[in-house]
């Protein structure tokens, strides 16, 4: 089993920064693909980003690049989404996801390629 919990969410102002940390335990961190979704209210979940199990490869959604950022430590078992810029627009709450069966060597935005979910953790991005 894979237990996810995110951190680092809250209130920012339109043009402010966030990063959120999303830490893993359980089975063998560096073997699964990460990645970070976000859902307000509403409507459908999205993927802003997601990263390969080895980091050679990452995902953005289009509203996200050059703004967002998604890295991994694999020695502290850890995924971050660094976002930048951040619009009222944005305002939901940001799962981490981890695809621990795919073995895919490409990242994906498929919701349904994910396998384990955080608690998820509220940004609100006031304008």
């Known amino acids: 089993q894979v237990q996810l919990v995110e951190s680092g969410g809250g209130l920012v102002q339109a043009g402010g920064s966030l990063r959120l940390s999303c830490a893993a335990s359980g089975g063998t961190f560096s073997s699964y693909a990460m990645g970070w979704f976000r859902q307000a209210p509403g409507k459908n979940r999205e993927c802003v980003a997601a990263i390969t199990r080895s980091r050679a490869r990452s995902y953005y959604a289009d509203s996200v690049k050059g703004r967002f950022t998604i890295s991994r430590d694999n020695a502290k078992r850890t995924a971050y989404l660094q976002m930048n810029s951040l619009k009222p627009e944005e305002t939901a709450d940001y799962y981490c996801?981890?695809?621990?069966?795919?073995?895919?060597?490409?990242?994906?935005?498929?919701?349904?390629?994910?396998?384990?979910w955080g608690r998820g953790t509220q940004v609100t991005v006031s304008s």
């Open positions: 996801a981890a695809d621990t069966w795919t073995q895919s060597s490409l990242p994906s935005s498929l919701p349904q390629t994910y396998n384990y």
